[in-house]
């Protein structure tokens, strides 16, 4: 399965912006996904999955309350609200594709490139 973000950018804290994840290839509703972010100088970390289906989802301490997982499989899309941005959300953001809604880069299969979120305060 191919993916491909989009929806990032420049914003101001307290924005909320969606990125979006367009998934191509094999079936999308047949894997878990998840969104990541790296900032310069840091690790890949996690920040929500969802289950196959979408009837589950599970989020970092970090972003809980403020950003929401969700998919649409009729359109092969992955979606990340993200609400009250702060500045330290500022990375690249991925999604990622996987047999199961892990929480670790490791346990995901397919990547798509990126995008960039910056958050000014």
């Known amino acids: 399965v191919q993916l491909e973000e989009s929806g990032g950018g420049l914003v101001q804290a307290g924005a909320s912006p969606r990125l979006s994840c367009a998934a191509s290839?094999?079936?999308?509703?047949?894997?878990?996904m998840g969104w990541f972010r790296q900032a310069p100088g840091k690790e890949r970390e996690f920040v929500a999955t969802?289950?196959?289906?979408?009837?589950?989802?599970y989020y970092a301490d970090s972003v809980k309350g403020r950003f929401t997982i969700f998919r649409d499989n009729a359109k092969n899309t992955l979606y990340l609200q993200m609400n009250s941005l702060k500045p330290e959300d500022t990375a690249v953001y991925y999604c990622?594709?996987?047999?199961?809604?892990?929480?670790?880069?490791?346990?995901?299969?397919?990547w798509g490139q990126g995008t960039q979120v910056t958050v000014s305060s």
């Open positions: 290839g094999r079936s999308f509703s047949l894997y878990a």
């Open positions: 990622a594709a996987g047999r199961l809604p892990g929480t670790w880069p490791y346990e995901y299969d397919y």
């Open positions: 969802i289950t196959r289906s979408g009837d589950s989802t």
